[in-house]
């Protein structure tokens, strides 16, 4: 079965770093496309990035970029999402997600399946 | 940046009704459109791929069609458990920007 598994979810204090882990299985880690997506609380999706663990390649939503890092680590399947100095705004649920991708015909649609169970960061005082 | 809005925002439907779900690109995205299904404390769910290809295991009263700028999600007879939050996110910008659609509640009338 392929899946994806998160860290638990983390509380900090405004100021201090984090870094948050989803790790794959069932699957060939290093052949695909790993996403982060935030969701504010009450709120919808936000595409944050993207790493491809076999060479690290990472995209940042202009958003985000700056704000937190994307990494992985081939030899142990997991892929990172961290902050340097977390700030209150940061609260949030965090999704990972394998990309996808089917090209055909001139075409080259992604998508992404499966998600993981999502990791709660609350940033308090 | 491609902006993606969706229409309604909120839906009240009966057990039995057909939905349908409305997603518009602000410029063509060929057919590279995805929709997931969201329930509350859950992490979403690929429903439909491509625009219109249903994902292994999603229950056929979904569908999904369009091209270009205008996508529909339609669900052709409501089951309870499909009440939920939906989301549309384009893939042409590849990369750097899968943006999502802001969702549509769908909630029991």
């Given at each position: 079965e392929v899946q994806l598994v998160q860290s638990g979810a983390e509380v900090k204090k405004p100021g201090e770093s984090l870094k948050i882990s989803c790790k794959g299985s069932?699957?060939?880690?290093?052949?695909y496309w790993i996403g982060w997506v935030r969701q504010m609380p009450g709120k919808g999706l936000e595409w944050m990035g993207i790493i491809y663990?076999?060479?690290?390649d990472t995209r940042y939503s202009p958003s985000f970029q700056g704000q937190v890092t994307i990494s992985a680590d081939k030899s142990i399947s997991t892929a990172y999402l961290q902050w340097s100095s977390l700030k209150a705004s940061d609260t949030a649920m965090y999704y990972c997600a394998r990309r996808l991708r089917i090209a055909v015909a001139g075409t080259d649609s992604h998508w992404f399946d499966p998600w993981g169970q999502g990791t709660l960061v609350t940033v308090s005082s | 940046d491609i902006q993606m809005t969706q229409s309604p925002s909120s839906l009240s439907a009966s057990v039995g009704d057909r939905v349908t779900i409305t997603c518009r690109a602000?410029?063509?995205?060929?057919?590279?459109l995805n929709w997931y299904q969201q329930k509350p404390g859950k992490a979403p769910k690929l429903l439909?791929?491509?625009?219109?290809s249903l994902q292994s295991g999603?229950?056929?009263?979904f569908s999904g069609s369009g091209s270009g700028t205008d996508f529909t999600l339609t669900i052709s007879s409501l089951q309870p458990e499909d009440f939920a939050t939906y989301y549309c996110q384009q893939s042409?910008?590849?990369?750097?920007m899968y943006t999502f659609g802001q969702g549509t509640k769908l909630e029991i009338k």
């Open positions: 069932g699957y060939s880690f290093t052949s663990p076999g060479d690290s | 602000s410029q063509s995205i060929s057919s590279y439909i791929y491509a625009a219109s999603v229950p056929s009263r042409y910008s590849t990369l750097s």
